[in-house]
């Protein structure tokens, strides 16, 4: 055991015992990592039966005969998964335990691809075709996982119970009422004291059950499911159309471990190969903290996300994927994004001052060209004379010199934050136009990742809704569909509401964006650069 977890161990001790409190840990408001929960049992079950529509009788018509023994195995397992669903192959039934189905599942796919044969073979052309099928099956059930799983009907119908229609007037009433929904955990003793113990509570717990600074975290064997959220309709890069349009996803970290040892995940892999394998992109949008390392935000579990950003920024610089994932990290962690201390947290600070703060830490100054903590471009966006770089350079300081009226010099920093997660909404849309599936994610996407989607989604409502009043009447169900968004992911994954500081930014930004969009100015520039045309909810 390393010197770390040793202080990490004597400090919990401590808490425990200077508080006498360790029962805590036994009536937590989170669900511990190593109890079931039945709020996902839908989830499964839907699950397994798409990759059971998807993968067709016929994909496993495989001279097996030319598999390598180890992929032999691990092949018929996974059919012996997928076909033991049912006695009648066309109707999986009910009764069965879909979760262990699941686990079974992800568990022979990580087996082959973790099999020396399927590197040896995976680019092989001249491959057996038995191994070429077999190879594209496992491709194929990754990206059924990561993309085709459609919960959207699921999450609605779970947040139109949690509380109706009239007793929810602002966000913050909704995340009231699903406080009080009795659920599968019990009660926080901490629940009517002050928020920053509650929360406290809950971090410590998270701890303590090996979700935030253990070698041992695993989102997707954890529970933490993918699947989609929103179709993208992008504008045509000639003329104002639409394209085919991009799948937006939810998923955790694509990562096994949060120490030095941490790796992605065999499925990604799998995935990331059925994409090459087809001619798809992907773009992932990562708001984990990329650094630093050996520091007390380490000690006391910030810290430890550099480790999986570290290796998912370092396969966006892999030559083999260059032309099928576009990852980039941007910070939603540090006293920048907050707009808070001694540097950022000023009453005023001046448009123009702004938005060299933002480029320079975004893609470093002219000498260094090196981000800030928190941001991460490869070289094919941060390049000076690139396209990206040049549009990101012009757009976001006229974006901000139009904020508030083009006459206002100075932001306070609400107006700062606000412009903060347009601009990352705008770079998300952006990026989005040459990509066919997108995902915007923290570490398991149910705070940082849920309230992106929201915003981006609520961005582009807003656009349509302020001139246009025939969409009035989808208010009511495109409301509906912002609360699933917010807090779905949260309350099935981790049954509870999102974390109530990424809530209150999601509430601030919508309050000033509706200030903004009602300068004409502003709202035409930011329609023209919002590469978002439409977004499809259903």
Known sequence: MNLTKIKKIIFFVLILNIFNISSIFHTSYVVRADESNPLLVPYYSEIMKTIYKVVKLEDFSVKTSELPETLKLSFLNIANTLYGLSEDPLKPTKSIDFEQKFLELIRNVRTVVNDPNYAKYVDDANAAQGIKDALSLVQKIAYTIFTQVDLRSINKELIDKLSTQNSNKTYKDFAKNIEKVATLAKANPFKKSEKSIYGFFNWVNDIIDNETTSGNLDPMMKGNLCSQKMLLHLKGSLIDCDTKPALCVRFGSPTIGSDKDAKISPEFFAYLDYLKNHGQKHTYINFQYNG???????????GLEYFRTNILEGLANNSRYKDTLQLISLDKNSEFYWQ????YGVPLVDKDKFSKIILENMFGDEKTQESEDGFFFPKSLSDRSGEFYKWASTTIPILIKLAGGSKKSYLIPKDRRTLIEIIYAMIAAKLTVSSDVINLSCKEDVDRGASSKAFLFHLRNTLDSIDNKSLECEGVERGKYLNTLM????????????????????????????????????RKFLEDNFQIKKISIK
Do not use: W
């Open 340 to 343: 808070t201390g001694e540097f």
């Open 487 to 522: 807090f779905s992911d949260a309350y099935t994954i981790r049954n509870r509401v999102v974390k109530k500081e990424r809530l209150e930014r999601f509430v601030e930004a919508d309050e000033v964006l509706m200030d903004f969009v009602q300068d004409k100015e502003f």
């Open 292 to 302: 630093p390392q050996g520091s007390l935000k380490e000690f006391f579990g910030a």
